[in-house]
């Protein structure tokens, strides 16, 4: 045997064992060592996995001895043989990750039944046509997991078999056409497998663990993982498990439970069960389950029980479970509790509720809850008074509003969505392999299924609206029709789900802005009273600075003056400045814009008075506000061959000419930000003047002002900064002595190159502070176009793992994230002092603003949006850094 150890028994494991048995195996493990009833197992670990996956698919030395070791150890404890002809031990063969994937794995059930011993499960169990249903959910199950055969070879001979009997269910086919079942089965399994497969039921095993095994690896499971941020090298437990049957006859059934409501957070009873079922049937939304609640009235003792369990497994954890259990012959076994996953409303919600118990201390709330899922509370919602009566209902299982144009498969919704495009997934249940589907659309919309199938559970955890068990559509995914009583939807007509009430709509309704609930203001307000980070927001008009006020922001990080240069009204005098071939030309364009950007900032300024503004010079390439080279070319030969005007064409030469004479090959490393300013200075003077007569105008009307930040953008040399801050301050001096005022004008730089960042301390003498622009420093930093990297290669670097995050959304914290610790710690070393921030897009991504607040910045500037996230992540990074 390997000197490590890949297997360990049920009473050998406990919850702190979650990284080696997995999220299940440890569940399980601290459910039977607290008395809770649950079927003997044993665990092959996660460890197991990663060394197969490491060695190419081959196992470890002495895994396979141990799981030998394992089995036997489970038959004598049991008192049962596997595949035995007498007291037989049939097992279920589970996945098992260390964070919840569901659905995402495979899992194979009734291992263990065969020729040999289907006749004495029959016997014991005093139900033949259990025997051979168990039999054929096996051959089934097996040859679909572990031998590759396909799904619909199988599905089309049950559904065939239905047929000629006339039933519509396959709980009334009985014992006999079960068993013909069976033989179909096996026919079919032979056939695609080109021969006889194993009967040998520890050989079925040692396969079932590696078809687990191989499942982590699989097109669906990957896909959650890079949705959810989930490390791909982790690698699955495998949890063998005696089973217990749910399909026994009237007295059995199984189901799954929350012990709160995962859509909303209330404490009330949540789950579905199915009278003689097996769990799949549930998950899968092959069958509608019933409500909970009625499990009282046909399984009285176990609902009983089963209730007190929720209770002792909620206290025991300090938080919301997500249980699966099963009844057989009136006896309940839990199968799997975890940590449920929920929405955003609910995480919220419990988190607070179980703050006001006592149960959890408000900083275990801050990091229970995902910043990330905060964004789900942060998008519209259906119009309450929009009038339009509803098509359909089904369950509202994921709450939210999604509008978007009907799709039937996966994978026009991933390739559609993946383009932007709103659509909603309209299927007849959803299944695993859909997941690349339901990521990127707005909604998903099922005809069956219930409130805890897999289209709800995954939906829940991405925030995304679910309405599941819409009984009353019928889907032709052949036609690409949807059809609701005389109504047929067509493929790519819109629809609106409100996944809050189940409502379906056949058309686009209006969506309102989300609204804060109660419990959204408090969690933040914790998150306020932990956090070190400020938290700021970048916003270019007042809507955006309102907006952002409204949301926390304690100021404004970003104002991209550009932005307000590249409006209709105001291009014509912006080229006339940039193409002017004498100073005093530009000045009297520039005059004209100068009104245009006061009125601008003082609307800004308004909204934030009271708080910081950093206003950014000038920054865009110069090209960005030229004419097209090309159509500028194009309309002199247009007038040239028609002989148009000759003054005309005299301008459109002339305009040619300095456009030629100012085309850059590489605009990004160009003449933009200061260098633009350095050869026309006329430019910061005027944006200058701009933003001081705007705050003196706030500060005159409203009696208040903003702290006023001027910011000169693509500093590389201290020279620059140093002749850029004398033009601003010279300019500020003049007009707070023409207005007789006093304003407190600070004026610093963005770092958003490398040289920048390398010789922060040389640049540190002339700045007040420092705001790294990491989407620019990200470009210059790795040496790629953003536009051109993510049209292009980025997506498959992610994909193949030599990138694991795309650099722009997630600081590359080796790389770029040194440049900011660099710049940091140099500036700094200048004056000591110096106030730094960041303002790229990182600015809104968790794991950058951990990061952030790992170097010691200052404060963190993001989109409005984005600010109640950022608060919320700078507390975590506050929480994790204090556990560290």
């Given amino acids: 045997?390997?000197?490590?150890?890949?297997?360990?028994?049920?009473?050998?494991?406990?919850?702190?064992?979650?990284?080696?048995?997995?999220?299940?195996?440890?569940?399980?493990?601290?459910?039977?060592?607290?008395?809770?009833?649950?079927?003997?197992?044993?665990?092959?670990?996660?460890?197991?996995?990663?060394?197969?996956?490491?060695?190419?698919?081959?196992?470890?030395?002495?895994?396979?001895?141990?799981?030998?070791?394992?089995?036997?150890?489970?038959?004598?404890?049991?008192?049962?043989?596997?595949?035995?002809?007498?007291?037989?031990?049939?097992?279920?063969?589970?996945?098992?990750?260390?964070?919840?994937?569901?659905?995402?794995?495979?899992?194979?059930?009734?291992?263990?039944?065969?020729?040999?011993?289907?006749?004495?499960?029959?016997?014991?169990?005093?139900?033949?046509?259990?025997?051979?249903?168990?039999?054929?959910?096996?051959?089934?199950?097996?040859?679909?997991?572990?031998?590759?055969?396909?799904?619909?070879?199988?599905?089309?001979?049950?559904?065939?078999?239905?047929?000629?009997?006339g039933v519509e269910l396959d709980t009334d086919l009985g014992p006999a056409d079960l068993k013909e079942l069976v033989a179909t089965f096996k026919e079919i399994s032979n056939e695609h497998l080109g021969g006889e497969w194993t009967s040998d039921p520890v050989e079925q095993l040692h396969r079932a663990v590696n078809a687990v095994f191989r499942s982590w690896q699989n097109p669906r499971a990957e896909v959650y993982r890079r949705a959810n941020n989930i490390p791909s090298d982790l690698g699955t437990a495998v949890n063998v498990m005696q089973m217990v049957f749910g399909n026994r006859g009237d007295d059995s059934a199984t189901g799954v439970c929350f012990t709160r409501n995962p859509s909303t957070g209330a404490k009330e009873l949540y789950g579905e069960f199915l009278v003689n079922a097996q769990g799949e049937d549930v998950v899968a939304g092959i069958r509608t389950p019933r409500p909970l609640a009625e499990m009282r009235e046909v399984l009285p003792e176990a609902y009983d029980e089963l209730i007190d369990t929720m209770h002792r497994m909620e206290s025991h954890y300090r938080d919301m479970q997500d249980m699966e259990f099963t009844v057989e012959n009136g006896k309940l076994f839990l199968l799997q509790t975890r940590n449920g996953k929920r929405t955003a409303a609910a995480a919220l919600k419990v988190a607070s509720d179980l703050v006001d118990e006592g149960v959890i201390t408000k900083e275990e709330a801050l990091l229970r809850i995902e910043p990330d899922q905060l964004d789900q509370l942060l998008h519209p919602a259906i119009d309450p008074s929009h009038g339009e009566k509803p098509i359909a209902k089904g369950l509202p299982a994921s709450p939210g509003a999604a509008v978007g144009e009907v799709v039937f498969d996966?994978?026009?919704?991933?390739?559609?969505?993946?383009?932007?495009?709103?659509?909603?997934?309209?299927?007849?249940?959803?299944t695993p392999d859909d997941i690349h589907g339901v990521i990127v659309a707005q909604g998903v919309l099922t005809a069956h299924g219930g409130m805890t199938s897999h289209a709800a559970v995954v939906a829940r955890g991405m925030g995304k609206p679910c309405v599941a068990g819409a009984s009353g559509i019928h889907i032709d995914a052949k036609g690409r029709t949807l059809t609701v009583g005389d109504r047929v939807i067509k493929e790519g007509e819109v629809i609106t789900l409100d996944g809050s009430t189940g409502d379906v709509f056949g058309q686009e309704i209006k969506l309102i802005p989300p609204r804060i609930n109660e419990d959204f203001q408090r969690v933040v307000t914790w998150a306020d009273e932990v956090r070190e980070l400020g938290v700021r927001a970048n916003a270019d008009n007042f809507e955006d600075a309102s907006k952002a006020r409204e949301l926390g922001a304690e100021g404004i990080g970003l104002c991209r003056t550009e932005h307000m240069f590249m409006a209709a009204d105001r291009l014509p005098a912006v080229r006339r400045m940039i193409l002017a071939e004498t100073h005093e030309a530009r000045a009297d364009a520039l005059e004209k814009i100068l009104p245009m950007q006061q009125a601008d900032f003082e609307g800004i300024f308004t909204a934030m008075k009271g708080l910081p503004v950093t206003v950014r010079?000038?920054?865009?390439?110069?090209?960005?506000?030229?004419?097209?080279?090309?159509?500028?070319?194009?309309?002199?030969?247009?007038?040239?061959?028609?002989?148009?005007?000759?003054?005309?064409?005299?301008?459109?030469?002339?305009?040619?000419?300095?456009?030629?004479?100012?085309?850059?090959?590489?605009?990004?490393?160009?003449?933009?930000?200061?260098?633009?300013?350095?050869?026309?200075?006329?430019?910061?003077?005027?944006?200058?003047?701009?933003?001081?007569?705007?705050?003196l105008a706030v500060l005159e009307r409203e009696g208040e002002t903003i702290g006023v930040e001027i910011m000169i953008p693509l500093v590389a040399l201290s020279k620059e900064l140093e002749i850029q801050r004398e033009i601003v301050e010279k300019?500020?001096?003049?007009?707070?002595?023409?207005?007789?005022?006093?304003?407190?004008?600070?004026?610093?730089?963005?770092?958003?190159?490398?040289?920048?960042?390398?010789?922060?301390?040389?640049?540190?003498?002339?700045?007040?502070?420092?705001?790294?622009?990491?989407?620019?420093?990200?470009?210059?930093?790795?040496?790629?176009?953003?536009?051109?990297?993510?049209?292009?290669?980025?997506?498959?670097?992610?994909?193949?793992?030599?990138?694991?995050?795309?650099?722009?959304?997630?600081i590359d914290v080796a790389g770029v994230g040194q440049l900011v610790d660099i710049g940091v710690a140099k500036g700094r070393s200048i004056k000591p002092n110096l106030k730094t921030g960041v303002c790229g897009e990182h600015g809104g991504d968790p794991d950058s603003v951990e990061f952030f607040q790992s170097v010691g910045l200052d404060y963190v500037s993001c989109s409005p949006y984005r600010v109640p996230i950022a608060r919320f992540a700078a507390a975590k990074a506050v929480l994790k850094q204090r556990e560290d």
């Fill in 617 to 695: 010079l000038l920054d865009p390439p110069l090209h960005e506000f030229l004419p097209n080279l090309v159509e500028q070319s194009l309309l002199v030969q247009r007038l040239e061959l028609t002989g148009g005007d000759a003054s005309e064409l005299g301008a459109a030469r002339a305009t040619l000419a300095q456009v030629k004479r100012l085309h850059e090959l590489n605009p990004m490393l160009g003449t933009r930000g200061c260098r633009l300013a350095m050869l026309y200075p006329e430019i910061p003077a005027m944006q200058t003047r701009a933003i001081i007569r705007a705050a």
């Fill in 410 to 430: 996966a994978d026009t919704a991933a390739e559609r969505g993946g383009r932007g495009e709103a659509v909603v997934l309209v299927r007849y249940e959803t």
């Fill in 1 to 165: 045997m390997s000197e490590k150890r890949y297997i360990y028994d049920l009473s050998e494991g406990d919850a702190t064992m979650r990284n080696l048995l997995g999220g299940k195996g440890a569940g399980v493990a601290e459910m039977a060592r607290v008395g809770v009833p649950v079927p003997d197992a044993f665990t092959v670990t996660t460890t197991a996995c990663v060394e197969t996956m490491n060695r190419g698919g081959e196992w470890p030395d002495g895994l396979a001895d141990e799981i030998n070791a394992g089995l036997t150890r489970l038959e004598e404890r049991t008192g049962r043989k596997l595949g035995g002809s007498e007291n037989p031990l049939l097992v279920s063969v589970r996945s098992g990750a260390v964070f919840s994937m569901p659905g995402m794995m495979d899992t194979i059930l009734n291992l263990g039944v065969s020729d040999e011993s289907v006749a004495a499960i029959a016997e014991e169990s005093g139900n033949e046509r259990f025997a051979w249903d168990c039999y054929r959910r096996f051959i089934q199950m097996y040859g679909e997991v572990v031998e590759g055969v396909p799904a619909y070879a199988y599905e089309d001979a049950l559904t065939e078999l239905k047929r000629k009997r």
């Fill in 731 to 810: 300019t500020v001096a003049e007009e707070l002595k023409a207005a007789g005022k006093e304003l407190d004008v600070t004026v610093g730089t963005m770092i958003e190159l490398p040289r920048a960042a390398l010789v922060a301390d040389q640049i540190a003498e002339y700045a007040d502070f420092f705001s790294f622009g990491t989407n620019d420093l990200t470009q210059t930093g790795i040496g790629i176009s953003r536009d051109d990297a993510e049209n292009g290669f980025l997506t498959q670097y992610v994909t193949s793992k030599v990138l694991e995050r795309n650099p722009f959304e997630s």
